[in-house]
């Protein structure tokens, strides 16, 4: 794991930009696996100013996005889709089609699965997959269990995840129970793994996915094992490594 110290919240969105910068330039048709949720907000304004500047061009990218709420239409303002919309896609030069997001609109989740591991296939698999960390050191929607979830699945949200979430809807009864989420095995077949984790609030999980045992209770754990994973936490969230 290749550790990089960034100074605070800028800092750390400016250096994740610039990892996928430069995965873009060196492979213009790159799968890009993307999050959502507070933590990518920044490197995504980031990248849009590259594109703006005309240093990036995303018109050969594809992008599958980790997970998506299962219940939530596409424009309702909380699904993901309508977040990816809103903080990057409208903004960039993607082709049309050229962007995948579990469909949470579809209440059957055995064909939404399969079928997104089939698209992620088709499209040759990820060359860089952007993850942020749970609070509880979920990834994706890869909830604390017994055992890791290898492949997209239909999850139930812990209590600590939907009530993390809550502040992103008006109460903490509108947060949907379920999610459609790549699984470990789906994450861990990505070529690269950029994780982006900022603020106190994070620092032990940081610590205890990345220097502590691999285990299914805490999801990203199992980061450890991938060949090519490159963490970019700020100061704050280094505060007990
Ligand atoms: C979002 C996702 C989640 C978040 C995690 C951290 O697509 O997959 O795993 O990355 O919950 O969320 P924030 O960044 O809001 O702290």
Redo the contacts with the bound molecule.
């Keep these: 794991m290749n550790l990089i110290k960034a100074k605070d919240y800028e800092d750390m969105s400016r250096k994740a930009a610039n990892l996928i910068m430069a995965q873009v330039t060196l492979k213009p048709d790159s799968v890009l696996g993307l999050?959502?949720?507070?933590?990518?907000m920044g490197t995504y304004q980031q990248l849009i100013g590259y594109y703006r500047q005309g240093d990036l061009d995303f018109s050969g990218v594809r992008t599958v996005?980790?997970?998506e709420y299962r219940g939530l239409s596409r424009t309702d303002s909380q699904s993901?889709y309508y977040f990816m919309q809103e903080h990057l896609f409208s903004q960039i030069n993607l082709a049309p089609g050229a962007s995948f997001i579990p469909d949470g609109t579809n209440d059957d989740a055995a064909a939404v699965c399969a079928d997104y591991e089939e698209t992620i296939r088709a499209l040759g698999g990820v060359d860089l997959q952007l993850?942020?960390?749970?609070n509880n050191g979920?990834?994706?929607?890869n909830e604390p269990a017994e055992v890791f979830e290898k492949e997209t699945h239909c999850v139930d949200l812990a209590q600590s995840?939907i009530e993390?979430n809550s502040r992103f809807f008006a109460s903490v009864d509108e947060v949907p129970t379920q999610a459609y989420t790549m699984g470990i095995r789906t994450i861990m077949k990505a070529k690269k793994i950029l994780v982006i984790v900022n603020g106190a609030g994070k620092a032990d999980i940081l610590k205890q996915a990345f220097y502590g045992p691999i285990t299914p209770k805490v999801p990203a754990s199992i980061l450890q094992l991938h060949p090519d994973v490159t963490v970019i936490a700020d100061e704050a969230a280094c505060g007990k490594l």
Aim: aromatic fraction near 10%; glycine fraction near 20%.
């Design positions: 999050a959502t949720g507070s933590t990518p996005n980790l997970d993901y993850l942020g960390l749970g979920h990834i994706g929607f995840t993390a």
